[in-house]
């Protein structure tokens, strides 16, 4: 990190990586409710065939977190997880589309479970 100055507490740390090569795997659903509206669903698995990430640390001077580090654990690793989405869109005229899509699925490194609401607008011409 630089810094100059104005800077009371400069970090120091090492660069973190993380490398995944996964298989996705699933069924997916659309169909249409009326000419201008429409519905995508989907659900699968994803598993990871190899995934590695190193150790992150550092040091700073921060009283009381002189040394920090995260250790990278592959036993917290779910190499195989559920996933899924479900979308609707309604044309609103022939170059126009609105879009509403949730997506949910479990994280890598946890037992938990993550999802995402999106709203689109898309327009072409």
């Known amino acids: 990190e630089d810094y100059d100055e104005s800077t009371k ?3 120091s740390y090492n ?8 298989l996705q795997a699933g069924l ?3 169909g249409m409710f009326s000419a201008e509206t429409g519905f995508e669903a989907a659900v699968g698995l994803e598993y990871d065939l190899n995934r590695s990430a190193n150790d992150f640390s550092g040091t700073s001077p921060i009283p009381g977190l ?4 995260l250790d990278h654990d592959d036993e ?4 195989l997880r559920p996933a899924g989405m479900i979308s609707v869109f309604h044309d609103v005229t022939p170059n126009q589309r609105m879009t509403g899509t949730f997506r ?3 994280d890598a490194w946890s037992e938990d479970f993550q999802g995402s609401a999106v709203l689109g607008y898309r327009f072409s011409f």
């Open 104 to 106: 949910a699925g479990q």
């Open 9 to 11: 507490y400069p970090l």
């Open 76 to 79: 917290d690793q779910a190499k």
């Open 66 to 69: 002189e040394l920090f580090s």
């Open 28 to 30: 997916e659903l659309s």
């Open 15 to 22: 660069s973190y990586h993380e490398r995944a090569l996964t």
